[in-house]
């Protein structure tokens, strides 16, 4: 192991007794790196069970496990196990890194160490219902860590770690103070975000959002009439049969974007889309829910032939960015963490809006589809767009080497 990714900041939460340690911090601070020097620091005990479990087994299989398989190549006779993302040494002891999304697989019986990695997109009852259970028999220890998502149970098990309980302890930290990423690294970052997001991501703040999916939403700020529009025309458009919906935008040359006209059909489908959509505005950049590559909605051929066949220019990727990564770039255009605003709305653009204003999100971050179904559709229109032409950069390299 390094000394260098041993600073003083990690050697404190590493030396301290509490048997609850709750690490809340920036993206690139070097959480998974923390996550394993937490669990190998102390002498492992024969027949010993220490665990990571993260949101999803590809997460970690694709970050955590291959720094942690190279480090097990120092340990004698450790019988490496690639499916189960499971090392077994010579004592009996076995570490091994758990997606929570398969409950079944972490029942059991006692486990000595378990880190919860990112744990706010970790379902609370996993913790509480089925790992806790299994610490109490070993009077075990547990280690929760992440980047800050509202107000939730990461916030809870951080504010226990405040309180005067010697059991529990937690540390808040920037990821400057990380010592991966220079300052001048994250002045780049805050341009490509939002307030809130730059806040949360790297100085791990606890930002309240409501439940607002376009948190940055103002309607005294954002809907107003265009003075004049541009040649540089598109739609978005989400696929369904209630509601077939369509937003109509222009960019201006300094990259702010103006939706001035939609469409929004009930019990309808594509084809019936596209020919309202030609009344308005044809043969123009079309900019579709990527599912309809290979997906219809009431005929043999797919979403995009069909706005093909109409005379648009579809322009998709094969699958739509993470929910999350979109709702930030439309937050961002919104207004962005230096206070800019980028996109604006006409006044008779009423789903659009009654979208932006309402539509919720739900617990892990994602927007809520269940709570009004009538709601998302002008919402997702808008922010396909956004998220082909104006993403929110990653700027950062996803894993670290030791």
């Known amino acids: 192991m390094n000394n260098w990714l041993i600073n003083e900041k990690r050697k404190k939460i590493l030396s301290h007794p509490a048997r609850q340690k709750v690490v809340v911090a920036g993206r690139r601070w070097g959480k998974s790196i923390l996550s394993l020097m937490w669990l190998l620091t102390k002498e492992i005990q024969p027949g010993e069970r220490r665990w990571i479990v993260g949101p999803t087994y590809r997460q970690l299989k694709t970050t955590t496990w291959p720094i942690l398989r190279s480090i097990m190549r120092q340990f004698d006779n450790a019988k490496v196990n690639e499916s189960e993302l499971s090392i077994k040494l010579s004592n009996d002891a076995e570490i091994s890194l758990k997606g929570a999304e398969q409950e079944n697989n972490l029942r059991g019986s006692g486990i000595n160490m378990v880190c919860m990695e ?13 790992i806790y259970p299994m610490l109490t ?9 992440g980047t800050p998502n509202s107000f939730d149970h990461l916030y809870d098990a951080y504010l226990r770690g405040q309180g005067n309980d010697p059991d529990w302890k937690s540390w808040q930290y920037t990821t400057v103070e990380g010592g991966f990423v220079s300052q001048e690294e994250i002045n780049k970052a805050k341009k490509t975000m939002d307030e809130n997001t730059f806040k949360t991501e790297f100085l791990a703040d606890f930002v309240s959002t ?4 376009a948190y940055n939403f103002d309607r005294k700020v954002h809907v107003k009439q265009a003075e004049e529009l ?12 209630d509601y077939m919906t369509a937003v109509l935008g222009c960019e201006y040359s300094d990259g702010t974007i103006h939706y001035f006209d939609e469409i929004r059909q009930s019990n309808s489908n594509t084809e019936q889309l596209a020919q309202a959509m030609k009344k308005i ?6 900019y579709p829910d990527s599912a309809g ?38 937050n961002r255009m919104l207004q962005d963490a230096d206070g800019r605003v980028r996109m604006t709305v006409d006044p008779k653009c009423k789903y659009l809006i009654k979208d932006l204003e309402q539509v919720q999100r739900s617990r892990d971050g994602k927007i809520d589809k269940v709570k009004d179904i ?3 559709h002008a919402l997702d229109a808008c922010s396909y767009y956004i998220a082909m032409r104006h993403p929110v950069v990653k700027t950062f390299a996803q894993s670290t080497q030791w």
């Open 293 to 330: 590559r290979s997906r219809s909605t009431t005929s043999n051929k797919s979403d995009h032939i069909i706005l093909m066949d109409n005379g648009y220019n579809v322009i998709a990727k094969k699958a739509n960015p993470p929910i999350i990564d979109r709702l930030n770039a439309l």
């Open 230 to 241: 541009t040649a540089n025309l598109f739609w978005g458009v989400d696929f369904n049969v």
């Open 210 to 213: 409501g439940n607002r999916a």
């Open 118 to 130: 990112e744990y706010s997109y970790i379902k609370p009852h996993v913790y509480e219902e089925i």
């Open 374 to 376: 009538s709601l998302t």
């Open 137 to 145: 028999t070993t009077q075990g220890e547990t280690l929760f860590i």
């Open 281 to 286: 505005a044809p043969n123009i950049n079309c």
